[in-house]
């Protein structure tokens, strides 16, 4: 066997611009795998982290999806959902750790002669603890705040900047709807959320301000959404029970009746967006290994040649008392080296590849050693398959016949 390999070598170390030429194809096919799965592998990864980051402990509720006049509406365009409904959850769903009511408008920020179109967010002091959120100058709202429906905001970061540039914004007044508010803090920056929107851009103000001076509804105390905490990930689903049943009674819903409200959480936003991401992934896969056999293709085709032109050393070496086998392995052995070698070349092509496009584009990537393992195999099975053909044609000839081709 060792002899077979030799020769092996030595026939394509003959040929170095030709195998080379050769190998090109594997090394592209496992060099694109490589690159495009990494890039699949770090997208999922960005978008899982920045999820988890708002606490893969949280519940969202929302108004449901109401039917008017057989029409299915969007979510939330029902109001049905409360700050009552949301204070009784905080006061007796045992699993809860905190509640963030929100009321949600866009308005135009006023301060002196700039402005600056922004979200106004009406919430409670809990909203800061789910979401995260810290002051970087000043303080936050607090829960007098809210009873006494002060008119005081907290910016974020990119407002406070928009606005006042490189002035001191704490203590200063802002005008919202043309309603004075005077700037209590100022929030640290947190930059792009996994939804691609600008978390900094914002103003948070006492949920019962909003809901009195900036929002108007038909319904009393009526709320957009709410972010529920839950004291841990493991009881997500029972929370959710209890919540479910809690409204469903609130609501005087009946038994079999269609909740009027939604409720998610971010395993499940997490679990989709994988999904959808793994998907993506599989697919830049299957297209780039498109390449891995068009370079087996490749191999087939100087392989077949290659026994054209060595007809007469297959006779001679069969004449001399070499077997099928020994012809048939030989060829085999000479694909499976030019498709490893390309493989091992793609692998580290696929590497600055990878870190290339992390470095130039700022894409986030990830090569782990399963997609590695996965490419080389595929390249040597690659070598094997396209191989055989060749090697099967220059094993089957005969000798007599091998030793009188000119």
Same mark, same amino acid.
């Given at each position: 066997?060792?002899?077979?390999?030799?020769?092996?070598?030595?026939s394509?170390?003959?040929?170095?611009?030709?195998?080379?030429?050769?190998?090109?194809?594997?090394?592209i096919?496992v060099?694109?795998v490589?690159?495009m799965?990494?890039?699949?592998n770090?997208?999922?990864?960005?978008?899982?982290?920045?999820i988890?980051?708002?606490?893969?402990?949280m519940?969202?509720?929302?108004p449901?999806?109401p039917?008017?006049?057989?029409?299915?509406?969007?979510?939330?365009?029902?109001?049905?959902?409360?700050?009552?409904?949301?204070?009784?959850?905080?006061?007796?769903?045992?699993s809860?750790?905190?509640?963030?009511?929100?009321?949600?408008?866009?308005?135009?920020?006023?301060?002196?002669?700039?402005?600056?179109?922004?979200?106004?967010?009406?919430?409670?002091?809990g909203f800061f603890?789910i979401?995260?959120?810290?002051?970087?100058?000043?303080?936050?709202?607090?829960?007098?705040d809210e009873?006494?429906?002060a008119?005081v905001?907290?910016?974020?970061?990119?407002?406070?900047r928009e606005?006042?540039g490189?002035?001191?914004?704490?203590?200063?007044?802002?005008?919202?709807?043309?309603?004075p508010?005077?700037?209590?803090g100022?929030?640290?920056?947190?930059?792009?959320s996994?939804?691609g929107?600008?978390q900094?851009?914002?103003?948070?103000?006492?949920i019962?301000?909003?809901?009195?001076?900036?929002v108007?509804?038909?319904?009393a105390d009526s709320?957009?959404?709410?972010?529920?905490?839950?004291?841990?990930?493991?009881m997500?689903?029972?929370?959710?029970?209890?919540?479910?049943?809690?409204?469903?009674?609130?609501?005087?819903?009946?038994?079999?009746?269609?909740?009027d409200f939604?409720?998610?959480?971010?395993?499940?936003?997490?679990n989709?967006?994988s999904?959808?991401?793994?998907?993506?992934t599989?697919?830049?896969?299957?297209?780039a290994?498109i390449?891995?056999?068009?370079?087996?293709?490749?191999?087939?085709?100087?392989?077949?040649?290659?026994?054209?032109?060595?007809?007469r050393?297959?006779?001679?070496?069969?004449?001399?008392?070499?077997?099928?086998?020994?012809?048939?392995?030989?060829?085999? %052995?000479e694909?499976m080296?030019? #498709?490893?070698?390309g &493989? *091992? +070349?793609?692998i580290?092509? !696929? /590497?600055?590849?990878?870190?290339?496009?992390?470095? %130039?584009?700022?894409?986030?990537? #990830?090569?782990?050693? &399963? *997609? +590695?393992?996965?490419?080389? !195999? /595929?390249s040597?099975?690659?070598?094997?398959?396209?191989?055989?053909?060749?090697?099967?044609k220059?094993?089957?000839?005969r000798?007599?016949?091998?030793?009188r081709f000119?």
């Amino acid at each position: 066997m060792f002899e077979i390999l030799r020769t092996a070598i030595s026939s394509l170390w003959a040929n170095k611009t030709r195998s080379i030429l050769t190998m090109l194809g594997v090394v592209i096919g496992v060099g694109a795998v490589i690159a495009m799965v990494a890039v699949g592998n770090g997208a999922s990864s960005e978008v899982t982290g920045l999820i988890s980051g708002m606490g893969v402990n949280m519940i969202m509720i929302r108004p449901g999806t109401p039917n008017s006049g057989g029409v299915r509406m969007s979510a939330g365009s029902g109001a049905r959902l409360t700050l009552p409904d949301i204070e009784a959850i905080e006061e007796e769903c045992w699993s809860i750790e905190a509640v963030a009511p929100q009321v949600m408008a866009g308005s135009q920020i006023i301060f002196e002669n700039r402005n600056w179109a922004s979200s106004v967010t009406g919430t409670t002091e809990g909203f800061f603890k789910i979401r995260d959120f810290h002051a970087e100058n000043g303080r936050l709202l607090d829960d007098e705040d809210e009873r006494s429906a002060a008119k005081v905001a907290v910016l974020g970061a990119t407002l406070a900047r928009e606005l006042f540039g490189g002035m001191d914004p704490v203590g200063q007044t802002i005008r919202i709807s043309n309603i004075p508010f005077e700037v209590v803090g100022i929030l640290a920056s947190k930059g792009q959320s996994a939804m691609g929107s600008d978390q900094d851009d914002m103003v948070v103000v006492p949920i019962t301000t909003a809901q009195r001076r900036l929002v108007r509804s038909s319904f009393a105390d009526s709320i957009n959404m709410a972010f529920v905490q839950v004291k841990d990930v493991s009881m997500i689903d029972s929370a959710m029970g209890e919540i479910s049943a809690l409204l469903r009674q609130r609501h005087r819903i009946p038994s079999g009746g269609e909740d009027d409200f939604t409720l998610g959480n971010m395993t499940d936003i997490i679990n989709s967006l994988s999904q959808s991401t793994r998907a993506m992934t599989m697919l830049l896969g299957a297209v780039a290994s498109i390449s891995l056999i068009v370079g087996g293709i490749g191999i087939m085709n100087i392989m077949l040649v290659s026994v054209t032109e060595r007809t007469r050393e297959i006779g001679v070496r069969m004449a001399i008392w070499a077997s099928a086998f020994d012809i048939r392995i030989q060829f085999l %052995l000479e694909a499976m080296l030019l #498709s490893f070698a390309g &493989g *091992v +070349i793609g692998i580290l092509l !696929g /590497f600055g590849a990878s870190t290339a496009i992390a470095h %130039l584009l700022k894409w986030p990537t #990830s090569v782990s050693g &399963g *997609v +590695i393992a996965l490419a080389a !195999g /595929f390249s040597c099975f690659i070598g094997v398959f396209f191989g055989f053909y060749p090697a099967w044609k220059a094993s089957s000839l005969r000798p007599i016949d091998a030793l009188r081709f000119d």
